[in-house]
């Protein structure tokens, strides 16, 4: 242990307990406590060998020693209240008091003792306080006044030192106030290289933090300007630090969230501590040109120094307020909030679907159940009610068309059910597309009559033969021209026609109906779903046709397209490989087209086409 150390721990020990956690603080009470205590102890151990080389001294000299000892008291007022400016306020009395003693006894403002006053205010700038520093200086310049003064009036002793002494003692105060002020220097110095010291282990610990948190920390200007930016950005957004400088971040903020990036920041710049979430453009490793990839950010900010800034105010009114933010990436929390929001509405969907299931199912099966139930009651009492054969024979054909009415609804239900759990095969086999064509429009042909409707045909000769299921191709055609016809006002028309294009066959089903209202043409084909309000109560029906249509045709790796404008008809057109090839994996959903409405006049223009361009046209009309 050496002897600086051991003097470390005395002082240490002395420190007042507000300035033993500060750095700073503690080297300042350090070099205020340590020259005082060994000038004061030194002032002690000089006394003895002054009176033996001196003799008796006089009451000045007393004096001036005993004045030596307040330094002293002045290390034990610092380590007793902490009060650093006010020790350094004593100090400069202490000294100023002792500089005017020695100088009005030994001849004024010509005294060797006048030139320390140039010490005090030296002495008062190791306090790093203006206050104390000015303090100090109108002190001194005070006593340099009242030295003046007090040789003009002539207050001064009458007895003078001859020349030589005065040359003497001259030389001792010039010579001894330079040491001082050497002193003094040496200790700021050594104030300067402990502060850079503390403050560059400072940064080092900022800067150790800075790269290793995963936040982003950043300052910012009040328009968004980035002035710092962490280098945990760099592993966040995939490029460098000086790219996102200035508005580079801003830059890469989505388009559509800048105007809540700045308002936070303005917010922030007025006093007010602000979070946003918004979305910043990423490069993506490995990512080719053109890829573009966005990241869900937090980013909380508030306004940097705030308390310091207040005070400011008066002093720099034109300083322009900055920003510290905080970034983190919130994409897995973005992710699972908007899974959540799916799961939600997907319940809410099923809700909705059970709802409009027991809605529509208490009406379809109840009819056909009352009808089957009324009539075989009324056949049951065929003697008490007389009735004749013909009339036997006409509730039975009504129980008759009832109970098929009732198996239809019952085998769309099933069949809706196989096809969304997966359990509904398809029986590839080759088949006649025109025969199953022609076929379906037949027995739909006197429902056509019934309604007033000119039911038409396309069915060229020279159709080839496909591969697929003959039953489900039936299926398709069936519910397509009766949902046609079912939402086709008298006197209208309705068009069927096959062709081939490529590789698949082009099945397509347009009317001059009441066609659905772009709202409802974006849920065409869920289940149990009837567009419309204005019109759905007037056709019965379950609203599973088009959806068992679309399940059927995405089974068949085909398309499903619906153009669509209301009160101007509906075309539908549907694109199936002449060669079905099951797949490996069976596929999770068809390939929709994207719903988009058309024209009547566009319907009637590509009907009449296609009227011209086959002849062979076979025409179902009342």
């Known amino acids: 242990m050496t002897v600086l150390s051991i003097i470390r721990d005395c002082l240490d020990a002395l420190l007042h307990p507000s300035a033993r956690y500060d750095a700073l603080m503690r080297a300042r009470h350090r070099a205020f406590m340590a020259p005082r205590l060994l000038g004061s102890l030194a002032a002690f151990a000089a006394f003895p060998v002054y009176l033996a080389m ?48 020695v ?168 006093g007010d501590v602000a979070s946003v979430e918004f979305r910043l453009r990423r490069e993506p490793v490995g990512s080719e040109r053109g890829e573009v990839d966005f990241i869900w950010v937090e980013m909380r900010c508030r306004p940097l120094d705030l308390d310091l800034g207040r005070q400011d105010t008066d002093r720099d009114s034109t300083r322009e307020a900055e920003v510290v933010a905080v970034m983190r990436d919130v994409t897995d929390r973005k992710l699972f909030e908007q899974a959540l929001d799916q799961a939600r509405s997907a319940a809410e969907a099923a809700d909705a679907a059970k709802t409009r299931f027991l809605a529509t199912m208490s009406h379809e099966l109840r009819t056909p159940l009352n009808a089957i139930i009324g009539f075989s009651e009324m056949i049951a009492q065929e003697q008490s009610l007389m009735l004749g054969a013909a009339q036997r024979k006409e509730y039975a054909q009504l129980i008759n068309d009832s109970g098929q009415h009732l198996l239809s609804v019952v085998n769309g239900i099933l069949d809706m059910s196989k096809m969304e759990s997966g359990n509904f095969e398809i029986a590839s086999e080759p088949f006649a597309p025109r025969a199953s064509l022609l076929h379906c429009c037949n027995l739909l042909a006197l429902k056509a009559r019934e309604n007033g409707i000119d039911l038409i045909t396309d069915a060229p000769q020279d159709l080839p033969v496909m591969t697929g299921d003959p039953r489900a191709f039936k299926q398709i055609v069936l519910n397509l021209v009766a949902n046609a016809i079912k939402f086709t006002e008298r006197g209208g028309q309705v068009c069927v026609s096959a062709a081939v294009s490529g590789s698949q066959l082009t099945l397509r089903v347009s009317d001059t109906g009441v066609g659905i209202a772009p709202d409802d043409l974006k849920r065409i084909g869920a289940p149990f779903f009837q567009a419309g309000r204005t019109y759905q109560r007037r056709h019965e029906g379950t609203g599973l046709g088009l959806s068992i249509v679309k399940s059927l045709v995405a089974l068949h790796l085909g398309e499903l397209t619906v153009q669509s404008r209301l009160g101007e008809g509906t075309a539908v057109t549907v694109k199936l ?43 179902k009309s009342a």
């Not at 009060?83 to 009395?93: D, K, N, Q, T």
Request: charged share 15%.
């Open 54 to 101: 001196r003799g008796a001294p006089s009451a000045v000299e007393v004096a001036a020693f005993a004045w030596l000892i307040a330094p002293i008291m002045l290390a034990w007022f610092l380590s007793r209240t902490g009060r650093y400016e006010g020790a350094h306020v004593l100090s400069s009395l202490a000294l100023a008091g002792l500089i005017m003693a």
């Open 103 to 270: 100088a009005v006894t030994t001849g004024g403002i010509q005294s060797f003792a006048a030139v320390w006053l140039i010490v005090v205010p030296l002495e008062a700038a190791l306090s790093a306080s203006r206050r104390v520093a000015a303090f100090a200086s109108l002190l001194a310049l005070s006593c340099a006044g009242m030295l003046i003064l007090i040789s003009q009036l002539g207050w001064l002793p009458v007895e003078e030192p001859s020349a030589a002494e005065r040359g003497v003692l001259m030389a001792f105060g010039i010579a001894s106030a330079t040491l001082y002020a050497a002193g003094l220097a040496f200790g700021a110095e050594s104030l300067a290289r402990t502060s850079v010291a503390l403050l560059s282990r400072e940064e080092e610990r900022y800067r150790l933090l800075a790269r290793n948190m995963s936040d982003v920390i950043s300052r910012h200007q009040r328009n968004g300007a980035v002035q710092f930016i962490s280098p945990a950005v760099e592993a966040m957004l995939g490029v460098q630090v000086a790219q996102l400088l200035g508005h580079g971040l801003f830059d890469r903020v989505h388009v559509a969230d800048r105007p809540a990036y700045l308002t936070a920041l303005s917010d922030a710049a007025r």
């Open 577 to 619: 490989p002449l060669v079905y090839t099951p797949p490996q994996v069976r596929p999770a959903e068809g390939k929709i087209a994207t719903l988009t409405p058309v024209l009547r006049q566009d319907l009637h223009d590509q009907t009449h086409d296609q009227s011209q361009d086959q002849p062979a046209l076979v025409k």
